[in-house]
């Protein structure tokens, strides 16, 4: 794919780059992308040409992912985990599901909370970057009309310069009617006009789904493909970064050192004349500032890296979703009769769930104020790995203090439930208490990161499934599917108490795709890495922009909400460009230790 690229602007060979550039991005994934496309300032549309991609199908193409797999998780029987990350020019996005929803305002005033006074990242604060960030389609009128799928154009944009789509399929099975006819007549549920309005409930969401193909939208066709034969944009593929490089001060950043995947002695250097920005997603972030001695002074003094800033939350304060599958038939073997819906559309335009039920913990159960009481007066210390800094339990404390407001509040999307035309199915927890870890391996730093989700090592993440169960089993006990006699398979209407927490351990997944946090915009004192505009908490002309930023959970896909960073960070960046200087940008990706793994 990148050979094929050449022959336009991805610079394949070391010796093709320039000395030094304006800004050096590391990572041409979906924020890295973004930012560069919006810091250009001359667009020319000259291809549409989808090189790669295609409507979903290839989430499992082994060809352009990263091969890194867990430390054993002992609250999950020991079980590893595979950590699914694109490895590509549009990273992540380029095999991701499609799934393109934001969370709650809720949570998003959340963020603000933990990032300190007169934050900018309230729901009203970053509502604006998610309209910039995808440009909207509703769905077709018979669609719309057949399903009862509403929209709110207010909370979308249309802007012509943003060539990233959030649109939907041209067909939608039948059979989510009688589910979305059930899941709507459950107590307290809500049906918001459309989720991206900031509320929540059951609600149809779209796809990133090109409206006029319906093949894959994301970073590399958005933000790429029609930009490609800028004179200021260069992209070099086949190269690992290795580390930041720092003026005399050791805290102004320089540029960057990277290596040829192909030959690793081939290690270059290069100036970026106003800043470095790492992309290179949650999982590699942490390991480039580490290995440029920005992060735990511990930790870099064991892997013998000098430190330049102490920044002790780097690699910390990991979260991902969970999720886990309930089994269950029809008695019937067919389940409530399909609803006869003649159908124009084509069923391969669907390339992930539209529809589901995004929940908070009251709406759940009755017994959310004793939940959030009992999370409320744990010991911030006692969850967190041995040893953790004080910034960082206190950050953890302040976390704390913000998540037990969001487990009473019923705008919280602490459940999704995707409705998928069938009996049972996925349950997914979308806010996880249990703080993980991703750092370098101390005996060779350079190997792939070492991650451990800790998963279920806070008892309220593994009570929060619980009630996620509980929830599908109410749901499957509607009375509108008694009479199709629906019976549940795994673990079986049985399994309660000690035994569920048994089968729990040995199913759940704690991912689901979606890592973020490794370094979080919060205050330094509360064991944040970047601050309100993303630089590096102790350095000048570095800054992070990628999933890694996000403080907490938002109770949705992260995709958009990555989207989202990088448009909001645009704007100062933009802010800080000389109008007439040529923009040079170098953007690096696909890791050694991917090749490693596929030999
Ligand atoms: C399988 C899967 C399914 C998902 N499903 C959905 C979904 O349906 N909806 C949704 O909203 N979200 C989904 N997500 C999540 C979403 O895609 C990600 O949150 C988002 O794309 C992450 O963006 P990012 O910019 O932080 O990182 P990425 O997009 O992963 O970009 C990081 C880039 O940095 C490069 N890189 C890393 N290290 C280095 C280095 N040392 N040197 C040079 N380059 C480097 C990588 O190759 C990559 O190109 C899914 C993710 C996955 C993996």
């Not at 509703?138 to 789509?165: C, H, M, S």
């Not at 609803?339 to 391969?348: E, T, Y």
């Not at 009481?373 to 004080?390: K, M, N, S, V």
Request: proline letters at 8%; charged letters at 20%.
């Amino acid at each position: 794919r990148p050979a094929a690229l050449g022959e336009a602007r991805i610079l394949e060979r070391q010796d093709q780059l320039d000395d030094e550039y304006d800004y050096i991005i590391v990572g041409a994934g979906t924020a890295g992308l973004t930012v560069a496309n919006r810091l250009l300032l001359t667009p020319r549309t000259v291809s549409d040409e989808v090189i790669e991609a295609g409507n979903g199908r290839n989430f499992n193409d082994p060809g352009i992912q990263y091969n890194i797999t867990s430390v054993p998780q002992p609250d999950m029987n020991n079980r590893r985990q595979f950590v699914w990350i694109g490895c590509c020019v549009g990273g992540s996005s380029a095999i991701n599901g499609m799934v393109a929803v934001r969370g709650t305002r809720t949570e998003y005033d959340a963020w603000a909370e933990l990032g300190g006074p007169n934050s900018t990242w309230t729901w009203d604060g970053v509502l604006p970057y998610f309209k910039r960030a995808m440009h909207f389609t509703p769905p077709e009128e018979r669609l719309a009309e057949a399903f009862n799928i509403t929209w709110d154009p207010n909370a979308w944009g249309q802007d012509e310069d943003t060539k990233v789509y959030a649109s939907f399929p041209n067909y939608q099975n039948p059979r989510l009617i009688p589910m979305y006819n059930a899941m709507a007549k459950m107590p307290r549920m809500d049906i918001p006009l459309d989720g991206a309005g900031g509320e929540n409930g059951l609600y149809w969401y779209p796809s990133s789904l090109d409206p006029d193909t319906y093949r894959r939208s994301y970073a590399r066709t958005g933000h790429y493909d029609e930009q490609i034969q800028r004179d200021n944009y260069h992209l070099i593929t086949r190269q690992k970064v290795r580390k930041v490089l720092f003026e005399c001060d050791e805290t102004t950043a320089w540029g960057v050192e990277f290596f040829s995947r192909d030959d690793p002695e081939e290690v270059v250097s290069v100036r970026a004349r106003k800043e470095v920005i790492i992309s290179a997603g949650t999982v590699h972030t942490p390991q480039i500032l580490q290995l440029s001695g920005i992060g735990p002074r511990p930790l870099l003094e064991e892997a013998g890296i000098p430190v330049n800033v102490e920044l002790p939350g780097v690699g910390q304060n990991f979260q991902d979703h969970a999720y886990l599958s309930v089994g269950y038939t029809w008695g019937n073997g067919v389940g409530p009769p399909v609803p006869d819906i003649p159908q124009l559309g084509n069923p391969s335009s669907v390339s992930g769930p539209n529809l589901g039920a995004w929940i908070g913990l009251p709406t759940m159960t009755e017994d959310f104020e004793d939940m959030a009481a009992r999370y409320e007066a744990q010991d911030p210390a006692q969850y967190l790995p041995e040893g953790a800094d004080p910034t960082v339990v206190a950050g953890y404390a302040e976390f704390q203090r913000v998540h037990a407001k969001l487990l009473r509040s019923k705008n919280t999307n602490l459940m999704w439930f995707p409705l998928n035309g069938g009996a049972g199915g996925i349950v997914m927890s979308m806010h996880i208490v249990s703080h993980g870890t991703i750092n370098i391996n101390v005996t060779d730093p350079e190997a792939s990161p070492v991650v451990d989700y800790r998963a279920l090592s806070n008892p309220t993440d593994m009570d929060i499934m619980v009630e996620n169960i509980e929830y599908m089993r109410k749901y499957m006990a509607s009375p509108d599917f008694a009479p199709y006699g629906p019976r549940e398979t795994n673990p079986g209407a049985g399994v309660t108490g000690e035994a569920l927490r048994a089968w729990i351990r040995q199913t759940y997944i704690p991912t689901n795709f979606h890592p973020i946090a490794t370094a979080a915009k919060k205050p330094k004192e509360l064991g944040g890495v970047v601050d309100e505009e993303l630089r590096v908490h102790g350095t000048s002309k570095l800054r992070v922009v990628d999933g890694s930023i996000m403080p907490l959970l938002p109770g949705a896909n992260t995709q958009q909400p990555v989207y989202m960073v990088a448009e909001k960070v645009s704007i100062p960046l933009r802010a800080n460009l000389d109008k007439k200087g040529a923009i040079l940008t170098l953007y690096l990706h696909q890791a050694v230790d991917f090749i490693k793994a596929a030999q």
